[in-house]
Nanobody, 125 residues
């Protein structure tokens, strides 16, 4: 059973930065493509960024491109580096794992098999 636990959320002022982490309890982390999604109150869950199982391919939503970085280590942790945050970035952020990994990460939430419980990010002055 795959468990994903996000951390690093919090409150930040507009223009600030945060780094989110997702710790995966898996035997072999590198078999999963990984992604971050977010959901704001009253809105649908939306794609933020994804990274292939080897880290060689990344994908970003247009709304965060240029402000967000996604990375992973070899063992168990996925990261999301967010800069120049604004109020529209306020949401609960979820990490997700796709065990049908083929070096082509997807934006589609339904393709991901495992999800964390989320970490809240609030951008407010």
């Amino acid at each position: 059973q795959v468990q994903l636990v996000e951390s690093g959320g919090g409150s930040v002022q507009p223009g600030g930065s945060l780094q989110l982490s997702c710790l995966a309890s898996v035997r072999t982390f590198t078999i999963y493509d990984m992604a971050w999604f977010r959901q704001a109150p009253g809105k649908e869950r939306e794609f933020v960024a994804a990274i292939s199982r080897t880290g060689g391919t990344t994908l970003f939503a247009d709304s965060v491109k240029g402000r967000v970085g996604i990375s992973r280590d070899y063992w168990k942790t996925l990261y999301l580096e967010m800069n120049s945050l604004n109020a529209e970035d306020t949401a609960t952020y979820y990490c997700a794992a796709d065990d049908w990994a083929d070096e082509t990460p997807t934006r589609v939430a339904a393709e991901y098999d495992y999800w964390g419980q989320g970490t809240q990010v609030t951008v407010s002055s």
